[in-house]
């Protein structure tokens, strides 16, 4: 995320991102973050309680450019509240995403891949808009309690018929 702001503050755009939340290597990064001069562009929130309800809504893009991930909820919490998303693929991002219609997949560590993909979402208004919508549609229809209960049901009722 540093080296990405750092290539927009170095080509002039007027870009601020966000790290929310907290852990062990925010010192690191922040100092980091100091060396490189982004003190400006790059704002460390610390923990926010309810962070998808507080935090989220403050966003034109949510980014996520990490080295691994599970099943990353908080990409579900910015699709819920339709965010374009650029994620690396990691974990389920690309099982959860597709890319180019609900968000924009990179590599992990493509710093250029990223600032790219970033740069787009960021220049086109309408571009964000479609792809926020789609991403809120999907999580809407794919991952809900109710979808997920259904799944469960299904996988239950299929193993008790093969006992």
Not at 68 to 97: C, F, Q
Not at 121 to 144: C, E, H, P, Y
Request: proline share 2%; with cysteine; charged share 25%.
């Amino acid at each position: 995320l540093l080296a990405v702001a750092k290539e927009f503050r170095d080509a002039g755009k007027k870009v601020c991102f966000a790290v929310v939340g907290d852990g062990h290597l925010r010192q690191e990064l922040e100092a980091k973050r100091r060396a490189l001069g982004l003190d400006d562009t790059v704002v460390f929130t610390g923990w926010v309680m309810n962070a998808a309800e507080v935090a989220l809504p403050a966003f034109d893009v949510f980014f996520q450019p990490s080295l691994w991930e599970a099943m990353s909820i908080v990409i579900l919490e910015a699709m819920s509240a339709g965010k374009p998303i650029v994620a690396t693929r990691v974990g389920e991002n690309s099982h959860i995403l597709e890319d180019g219609v609900d968000g924009l997949l990179i590599e992990p560590k493509d710093v250029k891949g990223m600032t790219s993909a970033l740069g787009k979402l960021i220049d086109d208004a309408a571009l964000r808009k479609r792809m926020g919508s789609a991403a809120a549609t999907k999580v809407n229809q794919q991952f809900t309690v109710e979808r997920m209960t259904k799944s469960y049901e299904e996988i239950y009722e299929t193993a008790i018929k093969g006992l």
